[in-house]
């Protein structure tokens, strides 16, 4: 069960609704609470499975003509006028003339609710791709590089402290769903330093941790699904250079305030 006192600071942190502190507030929680980690993980798992079911159903052909078709036969059913009614009297088309009024009205508001439906279908369409796919990656830019930032604080870089890929590597074993690739570059000047658990994109993901020099590197992996050969993207943000890539399934992104020259080298030697 969700712990009271941190229910509303856990889905807070699920919608990235929470500020700098209250979020390492909530990280630190997790990190000795299993129910509360137990909770995160499911809700995660949720969200994933929404963004990657096909629910969306696209309008039937004609949809649109066949609505305003019957709107328009309920207005001339209404208020057409026959051969025997035609020579009425005064009072009658004056009494009519409510009628006819109250039809307009009604084909007005089903008109109205047609359009309705219409403009949803096409939000629909063109937002809810957008979200599940690669169309919210300067959102996934920006949290991918607050975390970063944040992993900078005191006692937030690791979570396994060790130059060893054999020691950093298993420490993941069991707290992810997934296998990360590590890998030492010491001898190429990257030396490995450590690992974290982290998340993004309302999921949990592993952090490896690199130095060069004073530059600390964060590479945050986790899977990608199917692999779409999309080339390795250089990004710079708040100062930070970011560079993301897919390889063997997985989804790689190195952060760091390093210049853009090393951090490419970098990447080369980590694809390897």
Partial sequence: ?????????????????????????????????????QELWN????????????????????????IRASIAREATTDVAPTAENAPAKKATIVSM????????????????VAAAVLLMFTVTWRVVPGLSGRGNSDLLTEEIVSSHIRSLQPDHLFDVKSTDQHTVKPWFNGKLDFSPPVRDLAEDGYPLVGGRLDYVDHRAVA?????????????????E????????????VQGYNMIAWEANGMY?????????????????????
């Avoid at 990235?16 to 979020?23: A, F, N, P, R, W």
């Avoid at 020099?213 to 590479?219: D, G, K, M, P, S």
């Fill in 225 to 236: 699904g199917k692999e779409t050969g999309e080339p390795r993207r250089m990004k710079s």
């Fill in 1 to 37: 069960m969700v712990c009271d006192d941190n229910a509303r600071l856990l889905y807070g942190y699920l919608d990235g609704e929470l500020d700098l502190v209250s979020s390492l507030e909530i990280e630190e929680h997790l990190k000795i609470c299993p129910d509360c980690a």
């Fill in 97 to 112: 003339t409510p009628t006819l009024l109250s039809s307009k009205r009604a084909a007005w508001n089903w008109l109205a």
């Fill in 43 to 66: 809700q995660q798992t949720l969200r994933k499975a929404f963004r990657s079911s096909s629910l969306y159903e696209r309008a039937p052909a004609g949809l649109a003509d066949r």
């Fill in 207 to 223: 952090a490896l941790v690199y130095q060069r020099r004073q530059h600390l590197i964060n590479v945050f992996v986790w899977p």
């Fill in 252 to 272: 790689h992104c190195a952060v760091s305030d390093l210049n853009s020259g090393e951090l490419e080298q970098f990447t080369e030697l980590l694809r390897k």
